[in-house]
């Protein structure tokens, strides 16, 4: 089955840095992979997502990329801001009618430092 | 627009007792996952339904049990409640042909 290996584990920037998360993934045949934004005691919040039919994605702050060759994707924070400290997740899936099982990787707690 | 419900959102339970978590998916959403997350852990997948019946399976402990109803609201059964067991419970749905999961609030369990 799917395994997720995400790194680093807790991430500490200044505000305006940029973080960046990695993850890499065992099964070729996924092809979907979210992101994932939680706070403490609240749900999953999907921040971006990309297909393994493209190899970067943007929206506004947020950027991810995927190489699937090397089974690895990155999410990338630019202009951080306090209020993106959170733990966020990478995850994994293999689109396939109902079966579309998310397996995450352990987490990265971001803080940015004001 | 209408989100994932989940109920109840607190629970507490005695070692030993049962309890049912419920989750209603948003509306014309054909697909429903669970989730167990532990303490300062990632979210695990329990079990899935596609259109009423059992699509998917994960690390789900033979003590629970679910289903998914005609009118496509779930519910998780859990029984012989461990204290391991103490975890946010997460319910997802999605619409087959579509890749987001939608989350639920979460229902978190407290065995004591």
């Known amino acids: 089955g799917e395994n997720v290996e995400q790194h680093p584990s807790t991430l500490s920037v200044q505000e305006g840095d940029s973080a960046v998360i990695k993850c890499t993934y065992s099964d070729s045949a996924s092809n979907y992979f979210p992101w994932y934004k939680q706070e403490l005691g609240k749900r999953p919040q999907l921040i971006i997502d990309?297909?393994?039919?493209?190899g970067e994605k943007k929206d506004q702050r947020i950027a991810v990329t995927l190489n699937k060759t090397a089974k690895h994707f990155s999410l990338h924070i630019t202009e951080t801001q306090p209020e993106d400290s959170a733990v966020y997740f990478c995850?994994?899936?293999?689109?396939?009618?109902?079966?579309?099982?998310?397996?995450f990787g352990a987490g990265t707690r971001l803080a940015v430092h004001p | 627009a209408a989100g994932v419900i989940q109920s109840p959102r607190h629970l507490i339970k005695e070692k030993r007792e049962t309890a049912t978590l419920k989750c209603y998916p948003i509306p014309r959403h054909d697909t429903v996952y669970w989730y167990q997350q532990g303490p300062g852990q990632d979210p695990q997948f329990l079990i899935s339904?596609?259109?009423?019946?059992?699509?998917d399976k994960g690390s789900i402990p033979d003590r629970f049990s679910a289903q998914q109803f005609s009118d496509y609201h779930s519910e998780l059964n859990m029984s012989s409640l461990e204290l391991g067991d103490s975890a946010l419970y997460f319910c997802?749905?999605?619409?087959?042909?579509?890749?987001?999961?939608?989350f639920g609030p979460g229902t978190r369990l407290t065995v004591l």
């Open positions: 997802a749905s999605s619409l087959v042909g579509w890749d987001e999961q939608f």
């Open positions: 990309i297909r393994s039919n493209v």
């Open positions: 995850a994994a899936t293999l689109l396939s009618g109902g079966y579309n099982k998310l397996i």
């Open positions: 339904f596609y259109e009423k019946m059992q699509s």
